[in-house]
């Protein structure tokens, strides 16, 4: 099994920035890939972006302003969000994909395994 738990959410005005984790169990941590989901009020869960030991994906509507990146020695990959905008608003959670393999379609949540249980980001006009 493995346990992830986001941290980090909170309200921020537009243009601000966040930094959001993901701590994860297990002693393999090292060969997760990760991705990151959102999901607003009223809407489906959405892909934010993925990071594998050698790549990160992102989607269209966060390239440039969000970047992910990982700290193997503390078991956690963080979400780095700037410039803000009200439309970032929702719930953002972490999931693994575990063990790694190749051919995955990061951007669907049917391919991960484990998910944490989110934190809220609210930014505010």
């Known amino acids: 099994q493995v346990q992830l738990v986001e941290s980090g959410g909170g309200l921020v005005q537009a243009g601000g920035s966040l930094r959001l984790s993901c701590a994860a169990s297990?002693?393999?941590?090292?060969?997760?890939?990760i991705g990151w989901f959102r999901q607003a009020p009223g809407k489906g869960r959405k892909f934010v972006g993925a990071?594998?030991?050698?790549?990160?994906y992102y989607a269209d509507s966060v390239k440039g302003r969000f970047t992910i990146s990982r700290d193997n020695a503390k078991n956690t990959v963080y979400l780095q969000m700037d410039t803000l905008k009200p439309e970032d608003t929702a719930v953002y959670s972490c999931a693994a994909h575990v063990p790694p393999e190749a051919g995955i379609t990061w951007s669907n949540p049917a391919e991960y395994d484990y998910w944490g249980q989110g934190t809220q980001v609210t930014v505010a006009s």
């Open positions: 297990g002693r393999t941590f090292s060969s997760y890939d």
């Open positions: 990071i594998t030991w050698s790549a990160t």
